[in-house]
């Protein structure tokens, strides 16, 4: 009796010396593994490309071009109705803050993106073709970049202006609240 109780003295002690529950790790907030891109869109339905209704994928090119070295890294979403989202972010090098500016002449080598309702019919709106060259109209924040594991996460915001033609008034776009968690990036 008196081994059986001491036994049980043990487990409980080492029971109680366990691990607190703030030591566990933060879950991850996308435990699906869908890649995903979302975002607000002013005047506009929610943008939605979520793994299964969409397709979303990222691409990392390597450079040696002082223009976009060390890397040149894509995001692209497009949902099942056609809407596209693409971030272009130049002198890419992992996690941390990407400006997106205005850029009409592609003078300054900035980071992009784009929004279309109507995927490659457009319109497009470009960051990059905002007025006032080198004025910040948007950013991209990388959160947690892993090229072992091949996934990229952040959040985006920013506005895009169409390219009208001749003589007409460009119209304007602005997303808020994105969200993306690529997975499986395909490196060049």
Same mark, same amino acid.
């Given at each position: 009796?008196?081994? #059986?109780? *001491? ?5 409980? #002690? ?17 435990? *699906?593994?869908?890649? #995903? /891109? ?11 490309? !979520? ?7 990222? *691409? ?13 890294? @894509? ?8 809407? /596209?989202? /693409?971030?272009?972010? /130049?002198?890419? &090098? ?12 592609? *003078? ?6 784009s929004y279309s309702e109507n995927g490659l019919g457009g319109p #497009? ?14 950013? @991209?924040?990388? !959160? ?17 202006? !169409? ?13 808020? &609240? ?11």
């Open positions: 009796m008196k081994t #059986f109780c *001491t036994l049980c003295l043990s487990v409980l #002690f080492l029971v109680g010396c366990g691990k607190k529950d703030s030591d566990s790790p933060t879950p991850d907030p996308n435990p *699906t593994g869908n890649s #995903f /891109i979302k975002a607000t869109v002013a005047g506009s339905p929610a943008f939605d490309a !979520t793994g299964d209704i969409g397709v979303v994928n990222g *691409t990392r090119l390597s450079s040696s071009d002082p223009e976009d070295a060390p890397a040149r890294l @894509v995001l692209r979403g497009t949902m099942s109705q056609g809407s /596209i989202i /693409i971030i272009t972010l /130049i002198k890419f &090098n992992g996690a941390g803050t990407y400006l997106l500016k205005a850029d009409y002449d592609a *003078t300054i080598g900035t980071s992009l993106a #497009f709106y470009y960051s990059q073709y905002m007025p006032n060259a080198g004025t910040t109209v948007g950013q @991209v924040v990388v !959160t947690s970049y892993d090229a072992a594991a091949k996934r990229i996460q952040g959040t985006f915001s920013f506005t895009g202006s !169409t390219l009208p033609p001749s003589g007409q008034t460009a119209t304007t776009k602005q997303l808020t &609240n994105g969200t993306f968690d690529v997975h499986d990036l395909i490196f060049f």
